[in-house]
């Protein structure tokens, strides 16, 4: 996918705090400030950074916008997995390497041919009072310390082709411990998704230093785990898709969303395309193109929000 040369710890870290104040923008806004600290807080996200593109190139006035749904969280619960999967709707799956169920969710994923990535297990602002279990990378971490528990997990899920955070508020936020976590995804040809619980992320600041294919989330399904709710935050993915012909979401086993997801899947395809995450990604070489914008948005686009399967 993405095979990049190998970059040097070295060279590159003294340099990184200059990064934040004098490194240009490309052209493109910055991400907007997330409204809340909280891993797992429900802001609605501003346009990934110009160094990256959510298209690869126009799109005819009449086509569905694309959105990406990941789920991550997986490695608990296989009946939610077959759920998931029976639904048909093209879902990526993010595995947490450390679940007691993780085998047998693979072997659920795998023999359905979905998506897989790697849910990265990172420290959070609560910890240790919020655990994000085995394997996490922790802020104490000497950088060879954290580029072998990157190793490590991604051992555990050979074909994952991305990876996200889970938790992390507190790394997201720590230079000098993203770098080695950014440096070992890079080299192994994988693209990095912000599942953005912290507003102080230096994610894309750091991605962008090393040239790592990344994205922010742009909302969550189910932060409030109530069927209404994760019903509305499925209205507003439609409402980003439509304004910017792309979406990334993200949901978790629960039974919530699997009930909403399951009883609206017809209402969302007929609205959205569903990508895997992948398609996010363009080569480094033409991942200098803006995000594109739909010059005139879809006949769907203008349906009452409140109308529909649900």
């Excluded at 409204?35 to 593109?53: M, Q, T, V, Y």
């Excluded at 012909?245 to 609206?264: K, Y």
């Excluded at 395809?269 to 070489?285: D, E, G, K, Q």
């Excluded at 686009?301 to 409140?306: A, E, K, L, R």
Aim: with cysteine; proline share 9%.
């Amino acid at each position: 996918m993405f095979r990049g040369t190998r970059s040097r710890a070295g060279a590159v870290l003294p340099a990184l705090a200059l990064v934040f104040f004098c490194f240009p923008a490309g052209g493109g806004g910055l991400p907007a400030a997330a409204s809340s600290a909280r891993d797992g807080a429900d802001e609605h996200g501003a346009e990934a950074p110009a160094f990256l593109s959510r298209s690869s190139g126009p799109r005819a006035a009449d086509a569905l916008p694309a959105a990406v749904l990941i789920i991550d969280d997986i490695g608990y619960d296989t009946a939610a997995v077959r759920r998931l999967l029976a639904l048909d709707l093209g879902l990526t799956y993010s595995v947490l390497p450390g679940a007691p169920r993780r085998d047998a969710a693979l072997r659920l994923i795998r023999n359905a041919g979905a998506e897989l990535m790697l849910h990265l297990p990172m420290e959070p602002a609560g910890y240790p009072q919020a655990n994000p279990g085995p394997g996490a990378i922790l802020s104490d971490m000497p950088p060879e310390a954290v580029r072998r528990a990157v190793d490590a997990a991604l051992d555990l899920l050979p074909d994952a082709v991305g990876v996200n955070n889970h938790m992390g508020s507190r790394i997201m936020a720590m230079p000098a411990v993203l770098y080695p976590v950014f440096i070992r995804i890079r080299e192994r040809g994988l693209f990095f998704i912000d599942s953005r619980t912290s507003p102080r992320s230096v994610g894309w600041m750091t991605a962008r230093l090393l040239r790592l294919p990344y994205i922010r989330r742009d909302l969550f399904l189910d932060h409030r785990p109530r069927p209404a709710d994760v019903r509305r935050q499925l209205h507003e993915m439609i409402r980003l898709a439509c304004r910017r012909g792309m979406v990334v979401a993200i949901g978790h086993p629960r039974q919530a969303t699997v009930g909403v997801l399951s009883e609206m899947k017809d209402w969302i395809r007929r609205r959205v395309r569903i990508m895997p995450a992948s398609s996010l990604f363009l080569t480094p070489a033409e991942s200098h193109a803006r995000p594109a914008r739909m010059e005139r948005p879809p006949a769907h686009c203008h349906d009452d929000p409140s109308t529909g399967d649900g």
